[in-house]
């Protein structure tokens, strides 16, 4: 039974907690850039300083905020921070175009737009047509560097996140929220016409960690996770960061594409017990050293195939394999989703 209090917020949950439990200097984020790590205690404070900063702007309860935020601790702490405000961030695909981001910006009248500096060019054509937004928040690049800001628009208040933060106080106080307040929007691929935001409540993430997570993958904190899927999407957000802190584990946030290179590289350094692949990355990470010490393996998405032969395809990889797979409204089997306890003698 998963008991959830009527009155929380998500934040705290995923957040705080770790900090009460004495994990303020447990690792968090492992960062590949630089090879920097950011502890429960730091990632508190992050989390905290953008919450005021965004306070500060005038952001107010259910109001959304755009996260177009390359892997990052810069995105952990503006996911968070917007919701122990008690404001909706709305984390966002960054491979789209400038027309798509018109649409998903006056769509969700996102008040505030966070960019990771490299993605702002995909901005500026459109800001005249934004008619919702009144902030932009620009976050450094991935290797730290400095942002240029562009100019002011006549609508538009352009802000560095790193100055806001300095600015910003690092205490916090949880805005109380109903469980079934809105906690996040994510929005659809859009597969099926114009893409669609969808509301996940307070509680969602809570009640998907404590069961996916604990009881079927058995996270720990003495976990390491690490996801291809990117944290705009459902499959990487949770796999990547509301999985690994809830438990108390750490994650490897990677900025860059996904690929074979960069996650066999990923593995290498940081030997997650947890990865999580999603086409078309392959599981280059079973001919490193990850494949001798990683419990599961998780495929997402992949088209489906019988039974048998994603049986014998991830077994191959060095792992027994069970799963679930999601159908057509028909009923036919359109994909699967493994979890693969990794066998250690293989």
């Not at 500060?56 to 996260?67: A, I, N, S, T, W």
């Not at 859009?190 to 996916?212: E, I, R, S, W």
């Not at 495929?299 to 159908?327: E, N, V, W």
Request: charged residues 20%; glycine residues 8%.
């Amino acid at each position: 039974m998963i008991e959830i209090p009527d009155r929380m917020n998500a934040a705290s949950d995923f957040v705080d907690a770790n900090v009460e439990a004495g994990r303020g200097g447990k690792v968090a984020i492992h960062y590949v850039p630089d090879g920097s790590t950011h502890t429960y205690a730091e990632v508190l404070t992050g989390v905290n300083r953008v919450g005021n900063a965004l306070r500060g702007l005038g952001l107010d309860l259910e109001q959304r905020v755009m996260l177009l935020l390359l892997d990052s601790p810069d995105f952990v702490y503006s996911f968070f921070g917007a919701i122990k405000i008690g404001a909706v961030p709305v984390p966002t695909n960054t491979l789209l175009t400038p027309a798509d981001y018109e649409y998903l910006l006056n769509d969700s009248r996102a008040r505030v737009l966070i960019v990771t500096a490299p993605l702002l060019s995909a901005i500026e054509p459109i800001r005249d047509r934004l008619h919702y937004l009144r902030h932009l928040v620009v976050a450094p690049g991935p290797n730290g560097e400095a942002p240029e800001l562009p100019a002011a628009g006549a609508s538009i208040t352009v802000h560095s996140l790193a100055e806001l933060c300095v600015a910003a106080a690092s205490e916090l106080d949880a805005e109380e929220m109903s469980k079934d307040d809105p906690c996040l929007w994510l929005y659809s691929s859009g597969t099926t016409g114009f893409p669609k935001g969808t509301v996940h409540l307070q509680h969602d993430m809570l009640v998907c960690a404590n069961t996916y997570a604990r009881q079927v993958l058995s996270m720990s904190e003495s976990d390491i996770t690490f996801s291809v899927a990117k944290l705009f999407f459902a499959y990487g957000l949770g796999n990547a960061l509301y999985f690994p802190f809830r438990v108390g584990a750490s994650t490897v946030l990677d900025p860059g594409p996904p690929g074979r290179p960069r996650s066999s590289t990923c593995c290498s350094s940081t030997a997650p017990a947890s990865f999580t692949r999603f086409p078309p990355a392959t599981p280059a990470c079973w001919r490193t050293r990850t494949r001798r010490r990683a419990r599961h393996c998780r495929a997402c998405g992949l088209a489906f195939q019988p039974a048998k032969h994603c049986r014998r395809r991830c077994t191959s990889a060095g792992s027994s394999a069970t799963g679930t797979r999601s159908s057509t409204a028909s009923g036919r089997p359109r994909s699967c989703i493994c979890s693969l306890p990794i066998d250690p003698a293989r």
